[in-house]
């Protein structure tokens, strides 16, 4: 062989060819994975993680799952949003005018929501079922009057305060619904080491004992004297 035949390997054509062939390849895959991304990401998909929207319709609880090793997101019985069941076009109406309104207030310029934002302000993904909310009977008004009147509130008066929005009351329902829809989205774990309001059922108090009650018994009368 002639030294200077020039060896196929080493040619520039071939690295060009293959420079063409491996960018319109990752094209191809770039493209199947997007596709296959918004799929996984859209309410109601077959994935299961991004649940309909009409999930605010039923109560949503953080459990730890022993197989994968963190909490999960479980899907619980009937318990509609501020007591009113929604289609599931009532319910995306909602729960996307709170995300529209997360937006038109720079939400993400404090919180951080599913991971993404600022760290000055608590993470929203899971605010549905903070604990701070207090009872599960109570959460949904409390929610609604703080994000009206946040300075009103006892729990907004140390650290790092939030401001007054002017958000109105529609908005704060609104976002209240978007918050609890948020929180059944499966986020493999996250945010971690978080603990969830108990929202177990009391038992029901149990029924009085009535003792039954006992007349006395008249004395009889004593017989008539002749």
């Given at each position: ?7 196929w ?30 799929d996984?990401?859209t309410?109601?998909?077959?994935s ?62 404090c ?52 401001p ?14 978007f918050?609890?829809?948020m929180?059944?989205?499966?986020t ?30 008249a ?8």
């Amino acid at each position: 062989m002639s030294q200077t035949q020039e060896l196929w390997w080493a040619s520039e054509s071939f690295w060009r060819k293959t420079a063409i062939w491996v960018t319109a390849g990752s094209f191809v895959v770039l493209i199947f994975l997007t596709f296959d991304t918004v799929d996984q990401i859209t309410a109601g998909s077959k994935s299961e993680r991004v649940k309909a929207y009409s999930v605010i319709n039923n109560r949503i609880d953080y459990v730890f799952d022993e197989k994968r090793n963190f909490q999960v997101p479980v899907i619980g019985p009937e318990e509609p949003l501020f007591g009113k069941k929604l289609t599931e076009e009532e319910a995306m109406a909602m729960v996307s005018k709170g995300k529209l309104t997360t937006q038109a207030k720079n939400c993400m310029n404090c919180h951080t929501l599913l991971g993404n934002g600022a760290y000055y302000a608590p993470d929203l993904t899971k605010s549905w079922l903070d604990p701070m909310w207090g009872s599960k009977e109570t959460r949904e008004q409390t929610m609604v009057n703080f994000l009206i009147n946040p300075q009103d509130h006892l729990y907004n008066a140390l650290g790092r305060r939030m401001p007054n929005l002017g958000i109105t009351e529609e908005e704060a329902r609104a976002t209240v619904a978007f918050l609890k829809w948020m929180s059944a989205i499966d986020t493999n774990g996250f945010p971690t080491n978080f603990k969830p309001i108990d929202q177990t059922d009391a038992p029901a108090p149990a029924a009085p004992v009535v003792e039954p009650v006992v007349e006395p018994m008249a004395e009889p009368a004593a017989p008539a004297q002749q």
